[in-house]
């Protein structure tokens, strides 16, 4: 068996049959938005052309007409979180746009995407571009899952210092979102990470799409001092300052020297198996 083998073997096991994979058929039998645009490209490396398409098709089911992609989609069970969410059918949030990616990753591998796929992409990365756009020139995010980041520390300073003070918070920011309507931000929550923000520019350049400025706001947001760039929020939550990982994502679109160095340096990233953080 070799790791390929073992591979195909998992992403097998938890194909569901509407037509994506899930991480636990049992704890979490829905479609995630950016997972799904993951699995698409692994299905494309294992040589399964068919369900490479299949997932990635299946990501913009429940798009909206403005270009809005909800980061679940309930399909297996509608009304499962209905209560929550506030809605059927569909979370009212969304996650990164990393299915433009799937999309080139596919066509490298030889796999024809249909033309409205690449439409419905587009959409959903010009939507961030128009109607999440924050002062700092960022992309804003209505609560901290629509990084797909879901426990990072860089969020730590808006919650409490306890993990369930912070549930409590992440639902009642939920709750904001609900009001306002899907998609929309809601209240008391002013962040724009430059992680979503480096992979919406990033995105809108594999579609050929005019980024307007994104990719210079995140070059905008390097510290020196701190060796990440920082997030953008109010004068009193401006989040980031503790090195994480996904603070590196900058990289896709702003390749500075400092920032790989510290990928490659044990007091910041570096570790045996790869980063760490």
Known sequence: MTLG???????????????YTVPNATVYP??????????????????DADRAVTELVHVFRTQEPDGFVPHVDYERDPDALRSFWGRSGSSTITQP??????????????????????????????????????????????????????????FDH?????????RALKGDLVAG???????????????????????????ARLLGLDDGGLAEAVASRWDADAATWVDAGTAEHDSGRTRTLEG??????DPRAAALAALDDPAAYASAFGPRG
Do not use: K, N
């Open 177 to 203: 979102v609900r009001r306002s309507g899907a998609g929309r931000l809601g209240e008391g929550f002013d962040c724009a990470p430059v992680s979503l923000s480096a992979i919406v520019a990033w995105s």
């Open 158 to 166: 808006w919650g409490a210092a306890d993990r369930p003070g912070w």
């Open 5 to 19: 083998d073992d591979v195909a073997a998992v992403m097998r096991a938890h194909w569901q049959p509407e037509g």
């Open 97 to 154: 746009p990393v299915h433009a990616h799937a999309i080139a990753a596919l066509r490298r591998a030889g796999i024809a995407v249909p033309d409205w796929v690449v439409e419905r992409s587009m959409a959903h990365v010009a939507w961030f571009l128009r109607a999440r756009r924050h002062p700092s020139g960022l992309v804003a995010i209505a609560h901290p899952w629509e990084t797909g980041c879901d426990d990072s520390p860089r």
């Open 248 to 253: 590196m994502l900058g990289l896709l679109v």
């Open 30 to 47: 829905y479609a995630w938005l950016w997972d799904s645009c993951f699995h698409a490209v692994i299905w494309a490396a294992l040589g």
